[in-house]
């Protein structure tokens, strides 16, 4: 794939492309198998990629980055899937994108000291706690509950599917600081939660379908004081936080899901125009020609859609829109490909130590978490002239 002819990208780009798809190919990939098993990878790979300047890459220096910009990001997700553990490209993107920009946003110069900078060094590991048991799609129907006591504030609840969960340092952590049924989407509030406080506790890590690499957990959290000063931006003001952190987070999963796609094809590519059948090679028939060139163009649509998103969201135009878009379109087509590039790899496609068995398990979270398709085609809806 040659991204070399589009616009949006400059030398540095480039530069930094070359970088992490060789960083992933050479330091990460060949331990995936070793750590899909383990269903985790060691803690040592954040602090190295902290070292490398990855998690501050668009983070000022100020706080240890490296000022990049979105397009350093895209770069990052579009080549991490050379590692080949889309679990552990997720947790990266976790404490890149998910949980570390709402404190660059909106937090105070001691939460960007105590959170953000040791994030982006690599030395503290975050989590986004948004999900809870009864309350997924639906953001606005959290229960965990944020009491003020003085200068403190009482956390009572659970959360689950929490990346990173079971070793996170912090969690940016939604909870409710009004219980008035009015105060639906008005009465949540953001925080910065260290794990090391009383009364938290991870009470489950989940066997998940793929992503093995990456850890998720079940969190709860009995009468856990913490100090008032971690509470991210004003009381009461965290849905609007949660839904505007929710545009990078939904742009880096789209960004993802065609990378890695991409990356399943280009091997597919290889692997049939070696593959004979019938005294030839797979690609001496057109109709394997014919499916790979519909692979290959919507691919191609769906990557314009990402980076169009991109724009807009790097000039801080509204990109609500073409982001849902783009996420939409990323997860359906990642999927479609991958399921594809897996049928033309016959028998191989099937086994467990073949080339694409795990991508074709990993790529099906896309259209789940961070919002599902379907909460995609309702955000969509509203900002069409369909009332
Ligand atoms: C591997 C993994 C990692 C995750 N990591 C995190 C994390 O780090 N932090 C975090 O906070 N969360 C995380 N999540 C949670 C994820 O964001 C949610 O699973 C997702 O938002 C869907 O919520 P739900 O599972 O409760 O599904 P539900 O909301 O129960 O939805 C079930 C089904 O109903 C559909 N549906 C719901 N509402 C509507 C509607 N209005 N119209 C039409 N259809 C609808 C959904 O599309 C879906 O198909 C993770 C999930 C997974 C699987």
Excluded at 333 to 353: F, H, I, P, R, W
Excluded at 356 to 364: E, M, N, Q
């Amino acid at each position: 794939m040659n991204y070399q002819t589009y616009p949006y990208f400059g030398e540095e780009h480039h530069m930094y492309r070359e970088t992490v798809r060789s960083f992933a190919k050479n330091e990460l990939a060949p331990h995936a198998e070793e750590w899909e098993e383990a269903r985790i990878f060691p803690r040592e790979v954040f602090e190295k990629m902290g070292e490398m300047g990855f998690i501050g890459a668009r983070y000022p220096e100020e706080h240890g980055g490296s000022g990049g910009d979105i397009w350093h990001t895209a770069v990052f997700a579009e080549e991490m899937p050379h590692c080949g553990m889309a679990g552990l490209t997720m947790s990266l993107l976790v404490q890149m994108e998910m949980c570390t920009p709402v404190i660059h946003e909106i937090g105070s110069d001691e939460q960007k000291r105590e959170f953000l900078e040791p994030a982006i060094r690599g030395e503290k590991i975050g989590a986004l706690g948004i999900s809870e048991p009864d309350a997924g799609s639906d953001v606005a129907g959290i229960r965990t509950r944020a009491e003020r006591d003085g200068d403190e504030y009482v956390i009572n609840g659970q959360k689950t599917w929490i990346t990173n969960g079971t070793r996170a340092d912090f969690i940016v952590l939604a909870a409710r600081t009004d219980t008035d049924p009015e105060m639906r989407y008005g009465g949540i509030s953001l925080f910065t939660f260290p794990t090391d406080v009383d009364g938290f506790e991870v009470t489950r890590k989940l066997r998940k379908l793929g992503n093995h690499s990456s850890d998720t957990a079940e969190l709860h959290f009995d009468d856990c004081r913490i100090p008032a000063r971690y509470r991210l931006g004003a009381e009461d003001a965290g849905f609007y936080h949660i839904m505007e952190n929710f545009q990078g987070e939904r742009l880096v999963g789209a960004l993802t899901g065609i990378g890695g796609a991409q990356i399943a094809l280009d091997e597919t590519i290889e692997y049939v125009k070696d593959r004979n059948a019938f005294e030839r090679p797979l690609t001496g028939f057109q109709v394997i020609r014919h499916r790979i060139v519909d692979m290959q163009t919507e691919l191609e649509a769906a990557r314009n859609l990402n980076y169009r998103a991109t724009d807009l969201f790097d000039r801080g135009l509204d990109a609500q829109k073409e982001i849902s878009m783009a996420k939409l379109k990323a997860g359906e087509t990642a999927m479609d490909v991958v399921d594809e590039c897996l049928q033309l790899y016959g028998g191989m496609g099937y086994v467990e130590e073949g080339p694409i068995a795990r991508t074709w398990r990993d790529t099906r979270l896309l259209s789940i978490g961070g919002g599902t398709s379907e909460i995609m085609k309702e955000i969509i809806s509203k900002l069409m002239p369909l009332r």
